[in-house]
């Protein structure tokens, strides 16, 4: 297989980094209690909490479709709601687990530019019907960055926070990335969370450096109750709980979870503005994070997949996504646009 397959599909693609690797390491040392009953859960928490400044719970789960899923459940009855965007992670790519996992709270969809819900779009479902033969909306869900790689300012969340608080209803924050765009809008984690009206942010460890883990953050606890139970439940509580937490609390302490970012988010910078220099290539989306969306000839892509090029093409509208991680290397960023240009002139 080619040394460069594995580049530019997903963050996903990517191995553990060195201060994930090392905590776990370190865990390894000796027994330690189970199921998060651990010194590196707690002082994983601990520095959650300091980080995003406020007494929040916190809850690890094995993947983002899980977070999300049981989060969402956790806000809302079977009988209520979710309003997500058209592109969003939980309506395209779960499988219909938050559907699943809340019993069947349905997910009512809003198109929006550049993958952003607006407070408008949001409204107007609200308040389409309020009859008791439509699901009730409950819940509002975010990604923070969106599945175009787009950023929400402050000021747009806080748009949401106000459509939330005139309706009464929750939010819920898809953190896919949400390293990325800490690192990309230099706000701090409380500004872009529960300062802005965030009730719970799933905040992955995955595509940030991890192995594997996703911390959960409820800002509102109340929201929380029996929470450890429904993770149980799920197949979510890890036994050895702390090969999850360790690893976040060598991002967190280290800093490594915003180094890890900035370096995608500013890989993806170069890969925009070297693909923008390349006649007949074309951005789809505003690159604001660490994925670039680009629009390329059919031939092109085929070209590009015959060299063994690994990239997604579902995500976006008919276009290409190149997504940057922690780990992507200039020299292979060359290799790629190499071949684009190699492709297109031929």
């Given at each position: 297989?080619?040394?460069?397959?594995?580049?530019?599909?997903?963050?996903?693609?990517?191995?553990?980094?060195?201060?994930?690797?090392?905590?776990?390491?370190?865990?390894?040392?000796?027994?330690?209690?189970?199921?998060?009953?651990?010194?590196?859960?707690?002082?994983?928490?601990?520095?959650?909490?300091?980080?995003?400044?406020?007494?929040?719970?916190?809850?690890?789960?094995?993947?983002?479709t899980a977070a999300n899923s049981l989060s969402l459940a956790a806000l809302c009855q079977s009988y209520h709601s979710v309003i997500c965007h058209e592109t969003a992670h939980i309506e395209t790519d779960e499988?219909?687990?938050?559907?699943?996992?809340?019993?069947?709270?349905?997910?009512?969809?809003?198109?929006?530019?550049?993958?952003?819900?607006?407070?408008?779009?949001?409204?107007?479902?609200?308040?389409?019907?309020?009859?008791?033969?439509?699901?009730?909306?409950?819940?509002?869900?975010?990604?923070?960055?969106?599945?175009?790689?787009?950023?929400?300012?402050?000021?747009?969340?806080?748009?949401?926070?106000?459509?939330?608080?005139?309706?009464?209803?929750?939010?819920?924050?898809?953190?896919?990335?949400?390293?990325?765009?800490?690192?990309?809008?230099?706000?701090?984690?409380?500004?872009?969370?529960?300062?802005?009206?965030?009730?719970?942010?799933?905040?992955?460890?995955?595509?940030?450096?991890?192995?594997?883990g996703e911390a959960i953050l409820f800002f509102n606890k109340a929201l929380a109750e029996d929470f450890d139970y429904r993770c149980k439940q799920a197949g979510q509580l890890a036994s050895k709980m702390r090969?999850?937490?360790?690893?976040?609390?060598?991002?967190?302490?280290?800093?490594?979870?915003?180094?890890?970012?900035?370096?995608?988010?500013?890989?993806?910078?170069?890969?925009?503005?070297?693909?923008?220099?390349?006649?007949?290539?074309?951005?789809?989306?505003?690159?604001?994070?660490?994925?670039?969306?680009?629009?390329?000839?059919?031939?092109?892509?085929?070209?590009?997949?015959?060299?063994?090029?690994?990239?997604?093409?579902?995500?976006?509208?008919?276009?290409?996504?190149?997504?940057?991680?922690?780990?992507?290397?200039?020299?292979?960023?060359?290799?790629?646009?190499?071949?684009?240009?190699?492709?297109?002139?031929?």
């Open positions: 297989m080619s040394s460069h397959s594995e580049q530019f599909a997903s963050d996903n693609y990517s191995g553990i980094c060195p201060e994930a690797l090392e905590y776990m390491i370190q865990a390894n040392q000796g027994s330690s209690p189970a199921y998060g009953n651990d010194e590196w859960t707690q002082k994983a928490t601990d520095y959650f909490r300091e980080l995003f400044e406020i007494d929040c719970e916190v809850f690890f789960a094995f993947n983002g499988c219909g687990a938050p559907e699943f996992a809340s019993n069947g709270s349905k997910l009512l969809l809003a198109k929006g530019e550049n993958g952003k819900l607006t407070a408008q779009a949001i409204e107007a479902i609200v308040t389409r019907r309020a009859d008791i033969h439509y699901p009730k909306p409950k819940v509002i869900s975010i990604t923070q960055a969106t599945e175009l790689g787009t950023l929400y300012t402050i000021e747009e969340l806080l748009g949401i926070k106000e459509i939330a608080q005139k309706y009464n209803l929750k939010i819920h924050m898809d953190g896919a990335r949400f390293a990325n765009a800490v690192a990309a809008m230099n706000k701090s984690p409380a500004e872009m969370t529960w300062k802005s009206g965030v009730d719970v942010l799933c905040f992955c460890g995955t595509k940030n450096g991890m192995a594997l090969f999850i937490s360790a690893p976040w609390l060598g991002l967190l302490e280290t800093g490594a979870w915003l180094k890890n970012a900035r370096h995608a988010n500013q890989c993806a910078e170069y890969l925009e503005n070297q693909l923008l220099k390349i006649e007949g290539v074309e951005m789809m989306f505003p690159r604001e994070a660490n994925a670039v969306f680009v629009k390329l000839p059919e031939q092109v892509i085929q070209t590009l997949k015959s060299k063994n090029w690994q990239f997604y093409t579902f995500i976006g509208v008919g276009g290409v996504r190149l997504m940057c991680s922690w780990n992507t290397t200039k020299s292979k960023m060359d290799e790629l646009l190499r071949d684009i240009k190699d492709a297109i002139a031929s």
